[in-house]
């Protein structure tokens, strides 16, 4: 899928590609969304522009992400998307050449989308290319800001049932802390990654007085979430640790219940042992009462020792 954009009024305007595709020419940004290679033939050709390859976008080494060629300057960064009730981590391609952005990516973007939304809307949010990019960048980092929210909000739900609630299931609240802990690693990557691009932009974008104090103040936003984000991870770890040890907690009750059984119940087994062999000459096969005494011993050695343990208080 291929959308054009132009900047019409200081405003962002998506251009009709349907009635007339040589409108393309007119676009500042190029957006393309999974495109096959039908389209990307198509961009190709128009602007004389070579757009990276599948395999080359998802590279991690920092000369492959940020790099200037013949081409024009190219940024590969990561976003968030979500995708059946998950986020992941998804690469898009930045390139800015002639005065033009173009943009390649596999799955549509929460932050793209709102950014269409805001520069469609207000005026003079973006002036060219370059400051699209910018812009587009800062509205990522005030997604992250709102998802690393979500985090909070979500491990504030989890520390009530496990710090307060005695009904709460501790299994279910692990399976939420590890939910939100790799949320919290891919927003992590993602301002990370982030952190690296600006950087790069404002070292070789050659941006003027205004772009360069604009990328500097997101940064400073990065420089500010990522305290967050590592307290985010420490909760995460000392709500971890606390529910295991609330589960280990339960399981000591459950085998200190079973042992002091065993305890309670092994004195009447020896005497019901002892009562139960077939020897020939035992005297108190012969007594009267024998058979009550074996039974009220076998009670005796039976609360001795849960006397015992309640005297000691480890009941």
Known sequence: MIYGFTLRNHRLEQLNLEADSTTLNQAIWIDLLKPDDEERE???????????EPEDVEEIEASARFFEDADGLHLHSYFLHRQDKRISNSTVAFTLKDQRLFTLHDHELPAIRMFRLRARREQGLAKDALSLMITLFETKVEELADILEEVQTALNAVSTQVLESNDASLEDSI???ARQEDINGKVRLCLMDTQRALTYLLRRARLGSAQADEVREILRDIESLLPHN??????VNFLMDAAQGFISIEQNKII????????????????????????????ELGWEWGYPLAIGLMILSGIAPYWYFKYRGWL
């Open 230 to 235: 590592s307290f985010l991870f420490e909760k």
């Open 256 to 283: 200190k219940i079973f042992s002091i059984a065993a305890v309670v119940f092994l004195p009447p087994t020896m005497i019901a042992s002892i009562y139960g062999m077939n020897f020939q000459i035992m005297p």
């Open 175 to 177: 399976d939420e802390l």
């Open 42 to 52: 198509q961009v190709e050709s128009m602007y004389r522009q070579n757009l990276p």
